[in-house]
């Protein structure tokens, strides 16, 4: 089993930066990809981006060249850069891991507003 939790939410101003972070405990040496994910309210959980376990990162096209993926393999870790916050970025934004199976974060909440 992985737990995972994210932190590093908040209200945030258009334009303004943002780092979410997922930490992950218990069986950790089975995960392989890490992913972070968006859900918008009245809209359907959505990919945003993922990353190997040697570094290799994939974006959506929504999200790309102003959203960075890294990972801490020796702490665990997962983080997510947010740049240039735009509004219609106000999700809950869910920490996933493949290890066997998919597991998921309970989610953290970031508002871009003025």
């Known amino acids: 089993q992985v737990r995972l939790v994210e932190s590093g939410g908040g209200l945030v101003q258009p334009g303004g930066s943002l780092t979410l972070s997922c930490a992950a405990s218990?069986?950790?040496?089975?995960?392989?990809?890490m992913a972070w994910y968006r859900q918008a309210p009245g809209k359907q959980r959505e990919w945003v981006a993922r990353i190997t376990k040697d570094g290799t990162a994939n974006y959506a096209d929504s999200v790309k060249g102003r959203f960075t993926i890294s990972r801490d393999n020796s702490r665990n870790l997962a983080h997510l850069l947010i740049d240039s916050l735009k509004p219609e970025d106000t999700a809950v934004y869910y920490c996933n891991a493949m290890a066997g199976k998919n597991f998921w974060g309970q989610g953290i909440q970031v508002t871009v507003s003025s």
């Open positions: 218990g069986s950790t040496f089975t995960i392989n990809h």
